[in-house]
């Protein structure tokens, strides 16, 4: 049995964070960054169930196109994600009466919709970019039993052997994305790549206000990665620990982004919000179609 103190649940019966309680929970879910693009997903939606919201985690469930959809915002960076993750599959899979794991596992597919910073002259602002892989600079997936059954051991090995002796302070993992929601979200409308999960913003994308990074050319390391034609594509700051975790608990992972800014163009889009949205538009079309 799950104790409390391991799975704690609000007055109400809801999860902790999420406010949300089990049958409130779709198979498909749609995770984003920003609560308030919860609102602008919900506008698509031709009926809405139930809303909940706390802190930074705000969520909806309802209905597009004959498909019931769950949209939860995450804020940013992968302690986050582990929240969401965690808490989004204990929803469909632990009985909260009993607290024990159900017998049958239920199946989730989690597509994130975000923004991203291109590491390609030719992916350009406005773009879109689906994550076939997705390299974690973070340490998450390593705190959890079983982490090598998830990476791409292979991809591992290589990415690090690019990286040189500059990756020795931390040690980048790889995990693929569900090739299920890849083909089902890639078409000639979009980019598919290798996605750079960054623990930070500024000096672990090589931003440099009054700090400076230990990796004076770490943006040009990265464009210059090339191995059986996957280059890395992008910079975000979420979709490893999403994929990592989804690997563990057997669910499907997805993750597109529009690019907003082009690091090596050095040219962005501060006026991105419509672009956004036909992103949305594009996403809710290629998953609810039959």
């Known amino acids: 049995m799950i104790l409390d103190s391991e799975l704690i649940l609000n007055p109400d019966g809801s999860i902790f964070h999420l406010h949300l309680k089990p049958n409130q929970v779709a198979d498909t879910v749609i995770l984003v960054g920003d609560p308030n693009r919860v609102s602008i997903i919900e506008s698509f939606l031709s009926t809405v169930e139930v809303k909940a919201s706390n ?74 970019v689906v994550s076939k892989k997705s390299i974690g600079f ?32 931390f040690s980048p993992y790889v995990v693929d994305a569900s090739m299920e929601l890849f083909e089902r979200l890639y078409s000639d409308e979009t980019f598919s790549g ?56 057997n669910h499907n992972a997805i993750a597109i982004c529009l690019i907003i800014a082009n690091r090596l163009n050095k040219n962005a889009n501060e006026n991105y919000r419509e672009q956004v949205k036909e992103l949305i538009s594009y996403v809710l079309n290629k998953i609810t179609s039959e």
């Open 55 to 128: 802190r930074e985690y705000v969520s909806v469930t309802g209905v597009y196109n004959n498909t019931r959809i769950t949209v939860v915002s995450t804020g940013v960076g992968i302690g986050n994600i582990d929240i969401v993750m965690n808490e989004l599959d204990a929803l469909v899979n632990i009985d909260f009466e009993t607290r024990k794991v159900k017998d049958k596992i239920r199946k989730l597919d989690f597509i994130r919709i975000g923004t991203s910073g291109s590491l390609q002259k030719d992916v350009t602002v406005n773009s879109y």
């Open 138 to 169: 973070d340490n998450l997936l390593y705190f959890y039993n079983e982490d090598d059954k998830v990476i791409n051991k292979e991809f591992k090995t290589v990415f690090k052997a690019h990286l040189g002796s500059e990756s020795q302070f």
């Open 194 to 249: 290798i996605t750079v999960t960054s623990p930070g913003f500024y000096v672990p994308q090589g931003r440099e206000l009054r700090l400076n990074t230990k990796i004076k050319d770490i943006n040009d390391k990265l464009s210059s990665f090339n191995y059986n034609g996957f280059r890395i594509t992008n910079y975000e700051m979420e979709s490893s620990a999403m994929y990592g975790l989804a690997k563990l608990l």
